[in-house]
């Protein structure tokens, strides 16, 4: 009987042991556009906090330090190669990634998308996206510039990489409020007089998601259209280099305080609200980047898991998480992200 016991007792420990290796067995990736852009700390540390939460769930964050199209194509392309657990992954180049999924994924790794989705036709590809919709913040973005110039004037939108998919339908949803009505595919037509707004020469930039290069191209922008009405960037990035935005927008700050040139900026970091409060911005249009690295841990366990909460909008399967909008009068309380 003790044989037997000890036997029973060994074999229970090893199934408990094997077990919990299979419980430590997942590790998700999240791959953002870039590493060093302030925007995805928090989704990192989301992403840490899920994975802390989750027993037997690891979650690396991981990405090209700069910009780099080619080297997050690589760095997923190897995550497919490794046969990983599950990626959420922020595509810079929508139409690349698309190419790239369809071809390599052919082990069905399950696949999410958050902050930046694929495009339309790709959607297939991957079982959800989670972050903002996109389109709401160009929605609100131009609804506020509006609001604040009734009678028009012209304009500079400022986005990051031309094939990002998230930026194209934020330009997108700017140009369709401005005219009125909705265009077919994002980023949509040129603003050339509609409702008195019309898109200056040059515009929009693109600054490829590079902090120090959206500055210089904010402030030469402002230094060649005098009577520019707003400047709108659909991303946070000039206001990520402070002291250099502080910079470009003091040199203009009888125009922008009043209201001559309007600054509506996407994002409410910490330090774009203390922008806001100090005059250096009209309004900002945040979004909730720490929510968006949490919930892709937590979705791509729902999905391995076959519980994938309800979506929001189930033509294509996303979820959202929400906007906050942040104004001079409510700054000291918009919790922003």
């Known amino acids: 009987m003790k044989i037997k016991s000890l036997i029973a007792l060994v074999f229970s420990f090893l199934l408990l042991s094997y077990t919990n ?25 989301g992403c840490a906090k899920a994975a802390e939460e989750l027993e037997g769930i690891s979650c690396v964050f ?38 790239l999924l369809r071809k390599q994924n052919t082990n069905n790794i399950p696949i999410i998308t958050f902050d930046s989705d694929l ?24 609804k506020i510039t509006m ?10 939108l400022l986005s990051g990489g031309a094939a990002a998919n998230n930026l194209n339908e934020r ?4 140009r369709d409020t401005v005219v009125g009505s909705a265009s077919s ?23 490829n998601d590079d902090v120090a290069l959206s500055v210089q191209q904010m402030a030469d922008v402002m230094n060649k259209y005098e009577d520019l009405g707003a400047f709108v960037p659909v991303g946070g990035w000039p206001q990520f280099a402070e002291a250099a935005y502080k910079d470009a927008v003091e040199a203009h700050m009888d125009r922008v305080s009043s209201k001559k040139t309007l600054l509506v900026v996407a994002d409410t970091l910490p330090q774009q609200l203390e922008a806001l409060k100090a005059g250096l911005s009209h309004a900002q249009v945040g979004q909730k ?22 979506v929001d909008d189930a033509s294509n399967n996303a979820i ?6 942040c104004l001079p009068e409510n700054v000291d309380t918009c919790t922003g992200g």
Not at 320 to 325: E, P, Q
């Open 21 to 45: 290796v299979n419980a430590q067995s997942l590790i998700f990736y999240v791959v953002p556009k870039m590493m060093q852009n302030p925007f995805y700390e928090p989704a990192a540390a």
């Open 62 to 99: 991981i990405g090209p330090a700069q910009h780099n199209e080619e080297e997050q194509l690589q760095i997923v392309a190897d995550l497919l190669a490794k046969g990983v657990d599950g990626i959420s992954m922020a595509p810079s180049n929508a139409p690349a990634m698309g190419k």
């Open 119 to 142: 495009q339309a036709e790709d959607r297939d590809l991957r079982l959800a996206y989670v972050g903002t919709h996109n389109y709401a913040i160009g929605v609100n973005l131009a």
């Open 147 to 156: 609001e604040l110039k009734p009678d028009g004037g012209t304009v500079c």
């Open 171 to 174: 330009m997108q949803g700017f």
């Open 185 to 207: 595919d994002p980023p949509g037509p040129r603003l050339t007089g509609q409702n008195g707004w019309s898109e200056v020469d040059g515009c929009p930039v693109y600054s």
């Open 289 to 310: 980047p720490y929510q968006m690295g949490y919930d892709s841990v937590y979705i791509l366990k729902e999905v391995i898991e076959g519980n994938l909460r309800a």
């Open 320 to 325: 959202y998480t929400g906007l906050d909008i």
